[in-house]
């Protein structure tokens, strides 16, 4: 079977082996579509026999899917996910409004074709953005065949415009794939300069003296004509004047600009009375403690005073990439800094966020050798590692990027987001056929491997908290495939492993549950990390899996619905929760999980009574009294937020909330030291936690 792909070269998926197919699965579905594949929201009925749209294989109307391309088998449908890290029902919605859109380094969209030129006409896109259908390539809007009309529209206008003459040129649509031009001249002759000029003759006017010449600052003005032999001493005069003040303005503008850049060099610049320094110190704090947007507003305020310092293109640049997706001015800014400085640090920074940036734009190979070379000038560096793996894993070389993730668990224990990568490539190198189909040896390695990556999760659970939800899936996940491979061997050995296994499952759903669903995203971040293979756009395919595999049922609709929350398909998600919440009423877990959903968009009281309910429940869970904490401090109930809080760390002693909590509500109860005490205590637990960084901040400032 062909192992390479005749277009691109890279590895061609085991499914698309089997059907004989030289092409990979990215390089074919843009052969489909090029060739004109079927939306899906044009196809009525989904047939009862059919070809895989994608690779030919023969399917059954059970095992079909609706695709942008028509409908393909559920092999292909699971290849599209594990490669885009977009749930399948995403992708059905983008189908029908089939483009995206690349502006300023962000993607938009999805939208329809008179959405895209709804929006060039009012100038929110222009036509040198790029635009892409789904899982296609990019171009720019002004290449697309379907939108040059408009683009011509548009060009025209902008020549008219620039000419001076808004009705010189205009457009005339005679079919959907042509622009007319319109000669405007035709039935105004006005507009043509040598009809205008047709019989005129030039004329010299003849100059002669208007009077005696008298003193002025402007001698010409007195006299018809500067050749007249009275005056030309006096004008020579009036210029050297003239030029002797301007060198003198030129030299004092020196000076001042001189003074400028050497104070700016020196960091001593000012802006509203502070300097370089003051404002580069607070703004290095401001994103220490999580305020990340507070803190690309102080560096490029310092950046006012002194734009050319490496270390403050050091800072700057991750956070413009990863807090606003401005990839052109991070890549700049990188640029700028490996130029500034030649030190080996800013260098295989420089090289590590040049490598982030070809990888958001799906130039793998690129984004290789950005970190080969970051690597030959740090051989441990852990970000280097841990993005060349990420990099390997989107090249469908799950192999390769497992030895190098395991690499970067041991020199980033603390990064949660690494053993959910690792997690997806053991997956991704195992799962390619299902369990009948391996051998012995093949069994034996992935049991192994599972066990190992059990530890990790273990470990980390018991040391960090940054990743806990996303790590907790994972975990579930693990015990899973354990399960269904001690499920098979059929032994009486196997059959107690399968339940302990399934046990292993319950409880970690059971803690993922219990969790504030907001913990990660209240962690400070390393920007020059990819970790969005540990979001929730990645992680619910596996939430899926999960309820697919084993009968979870009070918690299939809740996990898949939480999934969809933090995959901003909030609307979905609340309804999938709440449809979990119908099935069992009284549970604890679940009423919890529904009332976060309600406080957070602002139904406070209806939020109150659900939590109220999973309180009184049979099960003690942290969750339900964080809530009632939270919204008792909310209410400035001081009392009653301690209450719950302390009730938590009854439970878990090393509750980062509560103790965050507590150390909050003594600062409200103005008693310093036992807030101190407490903070003391969350720092020891958990020193990312941007709300007890802020609480930090504001106490030690006092």
Same mark, same amino acid.
């Given at each position: 079977m062909k192992a390479q792909c005749d277009i691109c070269n890279r590895s061609i998926e085991k499914h698309l082996q089997v059907q004989k197919k030289s092409l990979c699965f990215s390089c074919l579905t843009e052969e489909v579509s090029d060739a004109g594949g079927l939306p899906t929201f044009n196809i009525k009925q989904k047939p009862v026999h059919a070809n895989c749209a994608v690779c030919d294989a023969e399917t059954t109307g059970p095992d079909l899917a609706p695709s942008p391309w028509g409908f393909i088998c559920r092999q292909c449908c699971d290849l599209c996910e594990t490669q885009t890290g977009v749930q399948w029902d995403l992708i059905k919605i983008s189908s029908q409004k089939e483009w995206l859109v690349k502006a300023n380094g962000r993607i938009l969209g999805p939208f329809s074709a008179e959405e895209i030129e709804s929006r060039l006409r009012e100038n929110r896109v222009v036509p040198v953005d790029e635009i892409s259908r789904p899982l296609g390539r990019w171009i720019l809007i002004r290449d697309e065949d379907r939108f040059r009309p408009i683009v011509n529209e548009l060009k025209n206008r902008q020549t008219a415009k620039s000419d001076g003459e808004s009705t010189d040129v205009g457009t005339l649509a005679g079919d959907d794939n042509q622009t007319v031009p319109i000669d405007v001249s035709v039935d105004r002759p006005f507009i043509k300069t040598e009809e205008l000029l047709k019989g005129i003759e030039p004329k010299v006017r003849e100059v002669r003296p208007v009077g005696d010449p008298t003193p002025s600052r402007d001698i010409v003005k007195n006299y018809a004509s500067p050749q007249d032999p009275k005056i030309i001493p006096q004008i020579r005069l009036s210029k050297s004047r003239q030029c002797w003040w301007a060198l003198g303005v030129l030299v004092v503008s020196l000076i001042v600009a001189s003074v400028k850049i050497t104070s700016n060099k020196d960091g001593l610049g000012e802006t509203g009375g502070r300097t370089f320094q003051d404002i580069m110190n607070q703004a290095i704090s401001t994103e220490k403690i999580g305020d990340y947007r507070r803190a690309i507003d102080l560096f490029n305020e310092a950046r006012r005073i002194k734009s050319r310092d490496a270390e403050l293109l050091l800072h700057l640049a991750p956070l413009t990439l990863g807090v606003e997706g401005q990839t052109l001015s991070a890549?700049?800014?990188?640029?700028?800094?490996? #130029?500034?400085?030649?030190?080996?640090?800013?260098?295989?920074?420089?090289?590590?966020?040049?490598?982030?940036?070809?990888?958001?734009?799906?130039?793998?190979?690129? =984004?290789?050798?950005?970190? #080969?070379?970051?690597?030959?000038?740090?051989?441990?560096?852990?970000?280097?590692?841990?993005?060349?793996?990420?990099?390997?894993?989107?090249?469908?070389?799950?192999?390769?990027?497992?030895?190098?993730?395991?690499?970067?668990?041991?020199?980033?224990?603390?990064?949660?987001?690494?053993?959910?990568?690792?997690?997806?490539?053991?997956?991704?190198?195992?799962?390619?056929?299902?369990?009948?189909?391996?051998?012995?040896? #093949?069994?034996?390695?992935?049991?192994?491997?599972?066990?190992?990556?059990?530890?990790?999760?273990?470990?980390?659970?018991a040391n960090y908290r940054d990743y806990t939800h996303e790590v907790l899936l994972t975990g579930a996940r693990i015990a899973v495939a354990q399960h269904l491979?001690?499920? =098979?061997?059929?032994?009486?050995?196997?059959?107690?492993? =399968?339940?302990?296994?399934?046990?292993? &499952?319950?409880?970690?759903?059971?803690?993922?549950?219990?969790?504030?669903?907001?913990?990660?995203?209240?962690?400070?971040?390393?920007?020059?990390?990819?970790?969005?293979?540990?979001?929730?756009?990645?992680?619910?395919? &596996?939430?899926?899996?999960?309820?697919?595999?084993?009968?979870?049922?009070?918690?299939?609709?809740?996990?898949?619905?939480?999934?969809?929350?933090?995959?901003?398909?909030?609307? #979905?998600?609340?309804r999938s929760i709440e449809a979990a919440l119908q099935q069992n009423e009284t549970d604890s877990a679940l009423l919890a999980l529904t009332a976060w959903t309600e406080y957070k968009s602002g139904k406070k009281d209806v939020a109150f009574t659900r939590v109220q309910m999973a309180l009184r429940g049979g099960r003690p869970l942290k969750f339900p009294h964080l809530l009632q904490a939270k919204i008792c401090f909310a209410d400035g109930d001081l009392e009653c937020a301690q209450d719950h809080f302390a009730q938590m760390l009854a439970m878990d002693p090393e509750s980062i909330e509560a103790l965050h909590g507590i150390a909050e509500v003594q600062q409200k109860k103005k008693n310093p030291d036992q807030a101190l005490d407490f903070l003391k205590k969350a720092l020891g637990v958990d020193p990312y936690y941007i709300p007890l960084l802020k609480l930090k901040q504001e106490i030690w400032s006092q």
């Open positions: 890549q700049k800014m990188f640029v700028e800094m490996m #130029e500034i400085d030649k030190g080996a640090n800013y260098q295989k920074a420089g090289l590590v966020g040049l490598g982030l940036i070809a990888m958001t734009d799906h130039q793998y190979e690129q =984004a290789v050798e950005k970190f #080969e070379s970051a690597l030959r000038l740090d051989p441990e560096y852990g970000q280097a590692i841990f993005n060349l793996g990420v990099t390997k894993l989107l090249m469908m070389q799950p192999a390769e990027a497992l030895t190098l993730l395991r690499k970067a668990a041991n020199r980033l224990p603390n990064e949660g987001s690494i053993i959910v990568t690792q997690a997806e490539a053991v997956f991704s190198h195992f799962e390619t056929n299902s369990l009948g189909q391996k051998s012995e040896k #093949e069994i034996k390695d992935y049991k192994a491997e599972l066990n190992v990556l059990m530890g990790s999760v273990k470990n980390y659970l491979i001690y499920k =098979a061997e059929g032994t009486s050995m196997g059959t107690k492993l =399968a339940s302990d296994s399934l046990e292993s &499952v319950v409880r970690y759903l059971g803690e993922f549950f219990d969790t504030d669903p907001e913990r990660t995203s209240l962690h400070t971040k390393d920007w020059l990390l990819y970790a969005d293979r540990a979001s929730w756009g990645v992680l619910l395919p &596996v939430a899926k899996r999960i309820t697919q595999d084993v009968n979870i049922k009070n918690f299939a609709d809740a996990l898949v619905g939480l999934g969809l929350y933090f995959s901003r398909e909030r609307t #979905e998600g609340i």
